[in-house]
């Protein structure tokens, strides 16, 4: 199974950063694409980020493109999530996921997570003053 354990997460101010990792359990997380997602309360879980393993491209959602910036360290077996300028409504709990690249990373970034199921308790992310 593909599992991980996010860490980093914690309370920013406004126009502050914070850096996530979350590591992977079980398997190497070298051979897939890596997404970070966020859901906030009442809210759907919603795509972050994410980076493909072939070439590393990657993908932002709109609301983050500029001010996040997805990374992963395939020796450690962790990817990161630098988060910078970080805004109230990024406050959420953040997760990662796996699956494989799907050719393209805009495609990879819509499509290739929808079946992922192994969702752990993720990584709290508040923004408050």
């Known amino acids: 199974q593909l599992k991980f354990v996010e860490s980093g997460g914690g309370l920013a101010q406004p126009g502050g950063s914070l850096r996530l990792s979350c590591a992977a359990v079980g398997f190497t997380l070298e051979y897939h694409a890596i997404g970070w997602f966020r859901q906030a309360p009442g809210k759907e879980r919603e795509g972050v980020a994410s980076?493909?393993?072939?070439?590393?491209?990657?993908h932002y959602s709109d609301s983050v493109k500029g001010r996040f910036t997805i990374s992963r360290d395939n020796a450690k077996n962790t990817a990161y999530l630098q988060m910078n300028s970080l805004k109230p409504e990024d406050t959420a709990v953040y997760y990662c996921a796996a699956a494989g690249d799907m050719g393209d990373s805009e495609y990879t970034f819509h499509n290739a997570f929808e079946d992922y199921e192994n969702w752990g308790p993720g990584t709290q992310v508040t923004v408050s003053s």
């Open positions: 980076i493909m393993s072939a070439d590393g491209s990657t």
